[in-house]
């Protein structure tokens, strides 16, 4: 039998339609015949063009179209019988190389194995699926897809095949991604605040009540004579709560709520008065050796943020030595980074930078330790021992110099803090409290007014000041204050105020004062100094603010100060 071929019918009614024809010859009784079938093909033309366009419907999708078919459920699963070039464009994978193959050649490591085992499930039972899949095209980017398949099942009911549409979602992902980032930063910024806005809360009266207890127990250190077993128990609760203040200015520090004061300076004295301050606190096991270079480099530095990085560091350092053994060694070099030499830390643009070190033969730290280091709370201390702040306060201080930070750590090798603070020009420095002219001895009768709420704080400083030779009048408020002063004008010398009292704040008091006896130094003690304080005490012509846990070691030489004029800006 041969084909004829395909030709065009026509019906009664005039239409055209799809003709196949095909001859086959027979013979009977030796006569033979040609026999001609002709077939209505309309219907399945109708289907091929059908076909047709949805083969070019598929093909266009930006969805991955996979067919499978339906066996084996079990491994290595159904074998890919159709790709659209949706599929080959974003796998990478030709139909060719595909095609016979199990879907699983899409996953990876990163797949989740709890939607690969639901996908498992469902093809066991036959049943539709929907899930969301990391998916590895043929050069290993991973992707993400939506995936939906459902059973496709023939006339007399059996599952045949698996036709699959897959659309690329990475895209969201990322998004949802860096929302959940935004979210999680938006939460720990926001926890910051709430820590800043408590630890500003209650820095003013955690701070008056160390400045009373330091205060007192200084002067009944002083009245306890030769008592040793009273001293000893006085110089305990004395650490103690140096210990407290020491954490109070940590935590302000933390949350940023310590004002900042940027002086340009070099860089080296102030490392070797911390030096000073370092000699006197480590212990005599440990031995602490400084590498400073004598090029001179200028900063503009905070002096206390400075030194209080530099403190933590080496408090550190040593609670790293074995046995409280071992060696600290600060270093300071200047370094000059140009624009093709490799930053140490990535927000470090080209410059000038005093670089600084601080390096122990510690303990050191395994690579999850150091990669935690600068969380807030992060401690490997026992409880009691380590409050997990010490390095987010260093990083929190460097940043706000605009400065970067970077360690080297090996366990049982030691380690070493990097910090680069950028370098400025050379300028006088403007002298800062620390380096204020030593006060003269003795208070020389000179009257101070002294006005606090808080009864034990009055009560100590009157003691303190007239234990230094001053005349001191105590007021409980500023109209108090105001009515002393109005009776006795010329016989007050200095003013020394608490800042935060009801209804009449210490910067009020200043202001009044400045009208009622202008000239007159007045001094804001406060246990939390906010830059807005500042800026109102130095409009008000105040002389300095004094942090009032400092109370015990700065007041008489404050007074002195302010007595003898001596420049000091609130
Ligand atoms: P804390 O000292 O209260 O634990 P920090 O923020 O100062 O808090 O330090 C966090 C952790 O970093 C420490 O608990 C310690 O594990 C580690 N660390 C810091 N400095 C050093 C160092 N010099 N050597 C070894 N480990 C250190």
Request: charged fraction near 20%; charge should be negative; hydrophobic fraction near 40%.
């Amino acid at each position: 039998m041969g084909k004829l071929g395909h030709v065009t019918g026509l019906r009664a009614n005039g239409e055209e339609f799809p003709v196949e024809a095909s001859i086959s010859q027979i013979e009977v009784d030796g006569q033979k015949f040609f026999t001609v079938i002709l077939r209505d093909v309309s219907a399945q033309r109708r289907s091929q063009e059908q076909l047709m366009l949805l083969k070019t419907c598929v093909e266009c999708l930006h969805d991955m179209v996979l067919i499978t078919e339906a066996e084996p459920v079990t491994e290595p699963g159904p074998r890919i019988v159709f790709v659209n070039q949706a599929f080959e464009r974003r796998t990478g994978y030709q139909r060719d190389e595909v095609i016979g193959r199990s879907p699983r050649l899409l996953q990876g490591p990163l797949t989740q194995r709890s939607e690969l085992m639901r996908v498992a499930v469902a093809v066991r039972m036959r049943q539709s699926m929907h899930c969301e899949l990391l998916c590895y095209t043929k050069s290993g980017e991973t992707f993400w897809v939506e995936f939906d398949s459902v059973p496709i099942f023939d006339a007399s009911g059996r599952h045949t095949h698996w036709v699959s549409v897959a659309r690329d979602i990475s895209e969201r992902k990322r998004a949802e991604a860096d929302r959940h980032g935004l979210e999680a930063q938006l939460r720990e910024s926001q926890k910051m605040e709430s820590i800043g806005t408590l630890a500003g809360g209650i820095a003013h009266d955690f701070n008056n009540i160390l400045g009373s207890i330091l205060g007192n127990v200084a002067l009944a250190t002083e009245d306890a004579g030769a008592n040793t077993a009273v001293r000893t128990g006085l110089s305990q609760i004395d650490k103690a709560a140096r210990r407290a203040r020491g954490l109070v200015q940590q935590i302000l520090a933390f949350s940023r709520r310590q004002s900042q004061e940027l002086v340009r300076q070099p860089m080296r004295p102030l490392v070797e008065d911390t030096l000073g301050l370092l000699h006197s606190t480590l212990p005599a096991m440990v031995t602490l050796g400084a590498t400073l270079s004598d090029v001179p480099v200028h900063v503009n530095a905070d002096t206390i943020q400075v030194q209080q990085v530099l403190m933590n560091l080496c408090l550190n350092a040593w609670h790293a030595l074995p046995n409280g053994v071992g060696d600290i060694r600060i270093g300071l070099e200047t370094l000059v980074l140009g624009a093709s030499a490799p930053a140490p830390h990535d927000a470090m643009p080209p410059g000038r930078y005093a670089h600084l070190w601080v390096a122990d033969t510690g303990s050191g730290m395994d690579r999850v330790t150091r990669g935690r280091i600068f969380e807030p709370f992060f401690t490997t201390k026992a409880v009691g021992e380590g409050t997990g702040l010490g390095l987010s306060v260093v990083h929190g201080i460097v940043s706000a110099h605009h400065g970067g930070i970077s360690v080297e750590s090996e366990p049982g090798v030691g380690t070493t803090f990097h910090l680069y603070f950028p370098a400025c020009e050379a300028v006088l420095a403007v002298p800062t409290f620390d380096a204020a002219a030593p006060a003269p001895l003795g208070g020389a009768g000179r009257h101070v007014l002294y006005v606090d709420d808080d009864e034990v704080m009055v009560l100590m400083v009157e003691s303190l000041l007239a234990r230094a030779g001053f005349r001191v009048t105590c007021c409980a408020d500023a109209r108090e204050a105001m009515a002393c002063i109005e009776a006795t004008p010329e016989s007050i010398d200095v003013v020394v105020t608490d800042f935060n009292m009801p209804h009449f704040s210490g910067i009020d008091l200043a202001e009044a004062l400045a009208k009622l006896q202008p000239g007159l130094p007045v001094v804001i003690s406060s246990g939390y100094i906010s830059d807005d304080m500042r800026v109102r005490a130095r409009a008000a012509g105040v002389h300095s603010l004094l942090n009032k846990q400092d109370t015990l070691e700065a007041l008489a030489p404050r007074i002195h100060d302010a007595l003898a004029g001596t420049a000091r800006q609130a």
